[in-house]
């Protein structure tokens, strides 16, 4: 899942979230934003439930970004439980972010993968990505992503592209992922959600996911921090 700008901030240090998202985030849902971290940093707690083809299907992600002194450190922790066996991975990555002229704030961001994958050796991983994003109207932004993720069995392609709305109580967002993989690994994934911070400095997220080329659905759920709160 991307993050979105926060309001009244200049274009390259606003709310930062995931992709999905990261993150990614791989198949780990991503957070590929590309703004600077905010003061304080960002922290997001999500887990997923649901099925994929009739299994039942677990995913959980811990994101962390804080600004350090060569650019924004990402800190990635995901695992996931489903009919192919349990998957940990664990990730670090640095964040470059800059104006361009086609884009608010565009970004490189480039990192190295712990796995550990059920009935296999564990292994290592790299990614790199870069990432664009646009700020207009009263809150809306936009994110697009594009990433390659080498492992043992080669190179996998991966993009995404966010569409959002943010203000100083909430944050809501769809979302489309499509990441290859190891066999089986891969996919094509919509997903919608809405963090509700309201006067609190954590903020809980609720949305849903769906597989658009395979038969998945899951809902979720989340704990943000305020971006740069206590």
């Given at each position: ?177 499509y990441e290859e993989g190891p066999p089986g690994r891969g996919f094509e994934r919509a997903e919608a959600a809405l963090v509700w911070f309201g006067d609190r400095p ?29």
């Amino acid at each position: 899942m991307a993050g979105a700008p926060a309001q009244a901030r200049p274009a390259v240090s606003g709310l930062r979230g995931l992709s999905v998202l990261v993150l990614g985030l791989l198949p780990t849902p991503a957070a590929a934003s590309p703004w600077e971290a905010p003061d304080g940093g960002q922290t997001i707690v999500q887990v997923w439930v649901g099925d994929e083809e009739g299994r039942p299907e677990t995913e959980a992600q811990f994101y962390r970004e804080a600004r350090g002194p060569f650019g924004t450190q990402v800190t990635k922790f995901w695992a996931q439980d489903d009919s192919l066996g349990r998957t940990f991975e664990a990730s670090v990555a640095l964040r470059r972010s800059s104006s361009v002229p086609l884009a608010d704030v565009a970004a490189v961001e480039a990192g190295v993968i712990a796995i550990a994958r059920e009935g296999l050796d564990p292994g290592f991983g790299a990614e790199a990505r870069v990432s664009a994003g646009w700020t207009w109207g009263p809150g809306l932004y936009a994110v697009a992503d594009l990433a390659g993720r080498a492992e043992e069995e080669g190179v996998s392609p991966r993009w995404g592209a966010t569409l959002g709305r943010s203000d100083a109580r909430s944050l809501a967002f769809v979302q489309v992922r499509y990441e290859e993989g190891p066999p089986g690994r891969g996919f094509e994934r919509a997903e919608a959600a809405l963090v509700w911070f309201g006067d609190r400095p954590w903020g809980v997220q609720i949305g849903v996911r769906a597989g658009l080329a395979h038969d998945e659905q899951a809902f979720t759920i989340g704990l943000w921090r305020r971006p740069g709160g206590p």
